[in-house]
């Protein structure tokens, strides 16, 4: 396994400093291929048992948009290097449900970042994750602490 060492450092990055990813549609059979391994419940297997939920409708899992989410930061313009790694999540919550035909986007925003403490280098990265959908209707929010190597462990 390789790691990738283009991409951008901790000292690349800013707070304020705003990133944009490509889109992603969901489909009934994403969603539903999604819910019956990880969150196997009526309203996300199921659209006659659906219509009868709080959802009014085939809705995906949260988990299932956290993970698009995730996909989408990765390709993001981002671009870290040594990927994408999380140590943590602050918030996450999902105002509104995805449904079958939605297609995602994730507007991003660097928060705070520190250097860590026990490891020099790294720096730990807050970001502010907004995942829309077509309508630009906001379907999930978090604030992710990202780990992201620095160019130089020695520097304060």
């Known amino acids: 396994m390789t790691t990738t060492t283009t991409g ?5 990055l800013q707070v304020g400093q705003r990133f944009r990813t490509p889109t992603f549609e969901m489909t009934s059979q994403a969603i539903k291929e999604f819910a ?3 969150d196997p419940q009526p309203f996300h297997l199921d ?4 219509q009868s ?3 009014k409708g085939l809705a995906a899992s949260g988990w299932h948009t956290a993970a698009v989410v995730m996909k989408l930061l990765v390709e993001s313009d981002l671009n870290l290097v040594g990927g994408t790694i999380g140590g943590g999540v602050g918030e996450l919550r999902w105002p509104r449900a995805v449904r079958p035909g939605d297609v995602l986007r994730v507007e991003g925003e660097i928060l705070e970042m520190r250097r860590s403490r026990t490891r020099p280098e790294l ?3 807050t970001v ?3 995942a829309l959908n077509q309508a630009d209707e906001v379907v ?3 604030t992710p602490a990202l780990m992201v190597p620095t160019r ?3 520097a304060t």
């Open 8 to 12: 951008r450092y901790y000292e690349d």
């Open 128 to 130: 502010r994750l907004t």
């Open 53 to 55: 939920s709080i959802f």
């Open 47 to 50: 659209e006659v048992a659906a």
């Open 140 to 142: 999930q929010i978090s």
């Open 123 to 125: 720096g730990i990265v």
């Open 36 to 38: 019956a391994q990880f």
């Open 152 to 154: 130089n462990p020695n």
